[in-house]
């Protein structure tokens, strides 16, 4: 079975400064997605940025990147520029690739709280 | 506007009652999912559906059931024998199962906070 790992429960950042969140998963398996969903105080779970196992660039979406070490199994996101609007929970997430698994099941980590201060 | 919707936004079950919450989505999606999400924690999966008629069991399964007669409708329905129901719940979708090319990211429904009386 798959496990995610979020080991920082809540991290503040001044507005415009940088923030990063871990996240280490286990598997045994090769081919997967790794995600990290957002979800403000609405409580609706926003995509912020996906990474497939076997492209080693990291993706990055605007002021969100994240730094993939598949041997390390980690997937860390970076929130450069911290706006008040990213206040919220962060989600990462594991899913096997669906070629593979029996399902797309998403296995979440616990989340990591972040507060934006003015 | 395409989307998924979910009804009620909050429910209040008594006690031996079941009940039944609604997602629908127009997404044209072919999978959908049910999580459970209790304060402070994660998401869990309660039940997923790949196909119409079909489901299979998440890891939380006990006490919920769920029907898939139509591609775009997967309510969830919190029977008597769920002991716990007090949560958020949230239900999700994604493209055809079993197709490359980016087509694994869920997307989510705005959610359903359940309170027992």
């Known amino acids: 079975a798959q496990t995610v790992t979020q080991s920082q429960p809540e991290m503040s950042v001044q507005e415009a400064e940088t923030v990063t969140l871990s996240c280490t998963y286990d598997?045994?398996?090769?081919?997967?997605?790794l995600f990290w969903y957002k979800q403000p105080p609405s409580r609706q779970m926003i995509l912020v940025i996906r990474?497939?196992?076997?492209?080693?660039q990291n993706a990055t979406e605007n002021r969100f990147s994240v730094n993939f070490q598949k041997a390390a199994k980690s997937f860390s996101l970076k929130i450069s520029d911290s706006q008040l609007g990213d206040t919220a929970m962060y989600f990462c997430?594991?899913?096997?690739?669906?070629?593979?698994?029996?399902?797309?099941?998403?296995?979440f980590g616990g989340g990591t709280r972040v507060l934006v201060k003015p | 506007d395409g989307g998924i919707t979910q009804s009620p936004k909050y429910l209040f079950r008594k006690e031996g009652q079941n009940v039944t919450l609604s997602c629908e989505q127009n997404?044209?999606?072919?999978?959908m999912y049910w999580y459970r999400q209790d304060p402070g924690q994660g998401l869990r999966l309660i039940y997923y559906?790949?196909?119409?008629?079909?489901?299979q069991k998440g890891d939380i399964a006990e006490g919920y059931s769920v029907s898939r007669e139509k591609k775009e409708s997967f309510p969830l329905t919190v029977t008597s024998a769920q002991k716990n129901p007090t949560a958020f719940y949230l239900c999700?979708?994604?493209?055809?199962?079993?197709?490359?090319?980016?087509?694994?990211?869920?997307?989510f429904g705005p959610g359903t906070r359940l309170l027992v009386l």
């Open positions: 999700a979708s994604s493209p055809r199962w079993g197709k490359r090319g980016g087509l694994e990211t869920q997307y």
């Open positions: 598997t045994s398996e090769s081919n997967y997605y």
């Open positions: 990474q497939e196992a076997y492209k080693q």
């Open positions: 997430a594991f899913t096997l690739s669906l070629i593979k698994a029996a399902g797309n099941k998403l296995t």
């Open positions: 997404l044209n999606h072919d999978a």
């Open positions: 559906s790949q196909i119409v008629n079909d489901f």
